[in-house]
């Protein structure tokens, strides 16, 4: 949604660096290009004068003509304030002291409100409330019908007396207030703690919009109204909230279809101009495109410094504890890294969403957007598809793998047989990383020589992208004197052999280390007189 004015803004900075002082025309130029980046980017044009004001006046201060790094600290102040029009903290739904807690969605039709509403009552199960929803749209054709839809999908009940309207030319019946009393009562009797009222909406702004939205929220007492805004209608986003602030009193903001490509600026405008928190962000169509709104966070995306908390988080919602602890474990055991390791990954991450989502959370991602675009997604599903085509031997001992067996994984995968050649070259260069790092060797430089990522000629596995070339896949010579090492053997009672030696080999290995000094010595290995020692050192070697 907002590539363009992150590029703008990051070319922008690129001029301050390495700059020991920044003078007055330094900064007026800064100034001057971050405006015309918000503009660019459809931010109201009240918030840019009052943003770059404030960036401004910061800028010309002490604070950065006597910092170590002036350039650095533009950037500070830069990133503060875009915080600041974001809304400036997170804000989450605030829960009534009785149950249930009311939430109304307000918003034009098309903003994406009912879609909204199976993602919110899918986002609240999760955490242990009980919503249902209520289907207050009669006027849109099939709007309640959707609305049972997503709320299956959620996994909540939805209370829907009328049917609504099928078509444009129906005229609607029923009466949307008594539909949201009736729900709110049906609430309360069944001991739902959340109730979720989805509105009509209109094509624009008028009278007859804003009196059945405000007086659902006066007959119902909504405890929140979310104003859902779709992200990509431009300049009209800030009239059009404050439309619905003066109409129904709103207490927060979700923006909708952020995964979009348009310039979506003004909607970075309807918090400074209404102050009133964006809260929540769709990114998709799916039940778990949805997350809350962080100014900070998104600050950051904007200004490609990437948004690793997000990214955490994500990972620990739905990563498997007990997958990761047993991957741990294998790592402390020093452990080979197996095909069927490898398949585990792949799943843990496609449970975490889209990967170009994810990668484009990572600090530096804007430079590489050309290759997260080129990202094929579906080559995830075909990397799985080719390991549960191999037997449980082939996944152990992949070196066993030869032309035949190749031949019949590809068939069986419905993939051609370089496909298999790639996804096993690439594999055995992530083996021997992952080795390394088990041994304590740090992380190693990602074979492909293309920084890896996947599917871009990061070297992982099976991934398309510039793979095997002159990067990671040629063979270094080795060195004299330095031997071969063994790989494991294709014969299961070889293998299991190679295994148990190769844990001998370390028991003693440890148990040597406990034996000798810090050092490695042994009691008696050193003789003070040989040594070129300070006089009286002595005393301390004994």
């Given at each position: 949604?907002?590539?363009?004015?992150?590029?703008?803004?990051?070319?922008?900075?690129?001029?301050?660096?390495?700059?020991?002082?920044?003078?007055?025309?330094?900064?007026?130029?800064?100034?001057?290009?971050?405006?015309?980046?918000?503009?660019?980017?459809?931010?109201?044009?009240?918030?840019?004068?009052?943003?770059?004001?404030?960036?401004?006046?910061?800028?010309?201060?002490?604070?950065?003509?006597?910092?170590?790094?002036?350039?650095?600290?533009?950037?500070?102040?830069?990133?503060?304030?875009?915080?600041?029009?974001?809304?400036?903290?997170?804000?989450?739904l605030r829960f009534a002291k009785q149950p249930p807690t009311i939430i109304m969605l307000a918003g034009l039709q098309g903003a994406g409100k009912t879609t909204l509403a199976?993602?919110?009552?899918?986002?609240?199960?999760?955490?242990?409330?009980?919503?249902?929803?209520?289907?207050?749209?009669?006027?849109?054709?099939?709007?309640?019908?959707?609305?049972?839809?997503?709320?299956?999908?959620?996994?909540?009940?939805?209370?829907?007396?009328?049917?609504?309207?099928?078509?444009?030319?129906?005229?609607?019946?029923?009466?949307?207030?008594?539909?949201?009393?009736?729900?709110?009562?049906?609430?309360?009797?069944?001991?739902?703690?959340?109730?979720?009222?989805?509105?009509?909406?209109?094509?624009?702004?008028?009278?007859?919009?804003?009196?059945?939205?405000?007086?659902i929220k006066s007959a119902v007492g909504a405890h929140e109204v979310l104003f859902v805004i779709d992200a990509m209608i431009g300049q009209d986003a800030v009239a059009t909230a404050q439309a619905f602030d003066e109409g129904v009193?709103?207490?927060?903001?979700?923006?909708?279809?952020?995964?979009?490509?348009?310039?979506?600026?003004?909607?970075?405008?309807?918090?400074?101009?209404?102050g009133k928190p964006v809260m929540y962000a769709s990114t998709g169509e799916g039940l778990n495109d949805f997350e809350v709104f962080h100014p900070d966070r998104m600050a950051r995306r904007i200004l490609d410094m990437g948004d690793v908390l997000s990214l955490i988080e994500q990972a620990e919602a739905s990563w498997d504890k007990a997958e990761a602890a047993k991957m741990a474990q294998k790592f402390a055991d020093q452990e080979d890294f197996t095909l069927d390791d490898f398949l585990n990954q792949m799943q843990q991450l496609k449970k975490m969403g889209s990967m170009k989502k994810l990668l484009g959370m990572m600090p530096g991602a804007q430079g590489m957007r050309e290759q997260l675009e080129q990202f094929d997604e579906s080559s995830i599903g075909r990397i799985e598809a080719m390991i549960q085509s191999m037997t449980p031997h082939e996944r152990l001992a992949p070196k066993i793998i030869n032309g035949s067996r190749r031949a019949r994984i590809a068939r069986g995968s419905g993939v051609h047989v370089s496909e298999i050649n790639q996804l096993l070259e690439r594999f055995g260069q992530a083996q021997k990383m992952m080795k390394k790092m088990a041994s304590g060797g740090g992380m190693p430089q990602m074979p492909g020589g293309g920084g890896g990522m996947p599917g871009m000629g990061g070297g992982m596995p099976g991934m398309p992208g510039a793979g095997a070339g002159d990067g990671?896949?040629?063979?270094?010579?080795?060195?004299?004197?330095?031997?071969?090492?063994?790989?494991?053997?294709?014969?299961?009672?070889?293998?299991?052999?190679?295994?148990?030696?190769?844990?001998?080999?370390?028991?003693?290995?440890?148990?040597?280390?406990?034996?000798?000094?810090?050092?490695?010595a042994q009691d008696g290995d050193v003789d003070p007189s040989q040594l070129d020692l300070p006089k009286g050192f002595e005393k301390y070697l004994k």
């Open positions: 949604m907002f590539n363009s004015l992150s590029d703008r803004l990051t070319a922008t900075f690129k001029n301050l660096k390495g700059k020991g002082r920044l003078s007055e025309a330094d900064i007026d130029g800064t100034a001057r290009e971050i405006r015309r980046a918000l503009l660019d980017a459809d931010v109201a044009v009240p918030v840019v004068r009052e943003f770059i004001a404030k960036v401004k006046a910061r800028a010309l201060g002490a604070e950065v003509s006597e910092a170590l790094n002036p350039g650095q600290q533009v950037v500070k102040i830069v990133n503060e304030e875009l915080v600041g029009i974001l809304g400036g903290e997170t804000r989450e199976g993602k919110l009552a899918h986002r609240l199960k999760n955490q242990g409330h009980t919503p249902m929803l209520v289907a207050c749209d009669l006027q849109r054709p099939n709007a309640v019908n959707q609305l049972q839809v997503g709320g299956k999908k959620a996994g909540a009940p939805v209370f829907a007396p009328h049917p609504g309207v099928s078509s444009e030319a129906e005229t609607p019946t029923g009466d949307p207030v008594q539909v949201a009393r009736d729900g709110v009562a049906e609430a309360q009797a069944k001991l739902h703690d959340v109730v979720i009222i989805d509105t009509a909406g209109r094509l624009g702004v008028d009278q007859e919009l804003m009196d059945q939205a405000a007086n009193d709103f207490t927060g903001v979700v923006l909708s279809k952020l995964d979009g490509d348009a310039r979506g600026g003004a909607a970075l405008s309807v918090a400074s101009v209404t990671g896949a040629s063979k270094r010579k080795k060195g004299k004197g330095q031997q071969k090492k063994k790989g494991k053997s294709g014969n299961p009672a070889k293998a299991a052999q190679q295994a148990r030696e190769a844990e001998q080999r370390r028991s003693q290995s440890a148990q040597k280390r406990m034996d000798g000094s810090s050092f490695g």
